[in-house]
């Protein structure tokens, strides 16, 4: 069974997640073009951050920012390899989503990156109804990014 938490960012294998995440990011996509945040970067007041758990095990980890103009934006999401394919971030998502909703949000976005690599989450996303879209916030495009969004609400 799966369960899923705030989490302060402070166990060893949340963070050992993170960085796994972050090097990942790094290994598929030039360094300044990776927009994933570090362990601080996630400690912000702006930022919500859970952890999905199957029987005690770390299955993966998401995030919530607050954009501020009625809109959040999906970070860090990440699935643990020994938990891939086994719904743990199709809860999480569907978790993020549900908290949007309650605080008010008219929109999510995400900034993700392109190539094979990042198809499994692609599918996840566009299976959730994220679409492609314009660059959000303070966001550049390039041939190394691209923005899905997801309609919360039509007014």
Do not use: C
Not at 60 to 71: H, K, N, Q, S
Not at 110 to 120: C, I, M, P, R, Y
Not at 143 to 152: E, G, I, P, R
């Amino acid at each position: 069974m799966l369960t899923i938490r705030q989490d302060d960012l402070a166990d060893g294998d949340v963070r050992a997640l993170l960085a796994l995440h972050l090097s990942g990011m790094q290994e598929n996509t030039p360094p300044e073009h990776v927009f994933a945040l570090d362990l601080s970067g996630l400690q912000t007041p702006d930022i919500t951050v859970w952890t999905v758990r199957e029987a005690g095990a770390l299955a993966g980890i998401g995030a919530l920012r607050a954009l501020g103009d009625g809109t959040g934006e999906v970070k860090s999401m990440r699935t643990h390899p020994d938990h891939l394919r086994k719904g743990a971030a199709a809860a999480l998502l569907d978790h993020i989503v549900s908290v949007a909703r309650a605080r008010g949000y008219w929109r999510l976005s995400l900034e993700t990156g392109v190539g094979e690599s990042f198809d499994a989450a692609l599918a996840l996303y566009r299976k959730r109804g994220y679409a492609g879209g314009e660059a959000f916030a303070d966001y550049t495009p390039s041939a190394f990014n691209q923005f899905l969004h997801l309609a919360l609400r039509t007014t």
